[in-house]
């Protein structure tokens, strides 16, 4: 059974850092496509940052570029988003997610229809 649990979600003041984790059971990363996505109140979930399976390539939101890091570490099967300079518009509820053979949606993987297995969320407020 496939299990994704996110932490380290919380309330952070503009300009802040945060790091969420995801441990993933069930499978290993290795060969998996994986992402980080986001939801906030009364928004469509959107794709934050993924890392393709197929070819290593990195994905990242116009919106995050340059300020968080999506990476992972095999020995502990688990990925991070590494989230810098916190804006209140990054408010949201973060997901993990990770799928083996990710379809393109838009052009890129890194959309919610594509991925399959999914964390249950941790909350991420920017304020002060």
């Known amino acids: 059974q496939v299990q994704l649990v996110e932490s380290g979600g919380g309330l952070v003041q503009p300009g802040g850092s945060l790091r969420v984790s995801c441990v993933v059971s069930?499978?290993?990363?290795?060969?998996?496509?994986m992402g980080w996505f986001r939801q906030a109140p009364g928004k469509e979930r959107e794709g934050v940052s993924c890392?393709?399976?197929?070819?290593?390539?990195?994905y990242y939101a116009d919106s995050v570029k340059g300020r968080f890091t999506i990476s992972k570490d095999s020995a502990k099967n688990t990925m991070y988003l590494q989230m810098n300079s916190l804006k209140p518009e990054d408010t949201a509820v973060y997901y993990c997610?990770?799928?083996?053979?990710?379809?393109?949606?838009?052009?890129?993987?890194?959309?919610?229809?594509?991925?399959?297995?999914w964390g249950q969320g941790t909350q991420v407020t920017v304020s002060s």
């Open positions: 069930g499978h290993t990363l290795h060969g998996y496509a």
């Open positions: 890392i393709n399976n197929n070819d290593g390539s990195t």
């Open positions: 997610a990770t799928d083996y053979s990710p379809e393109e949606y838009g052009g890129n993987i890194c959309h919610p229809w594509s991925f399959s297995n």
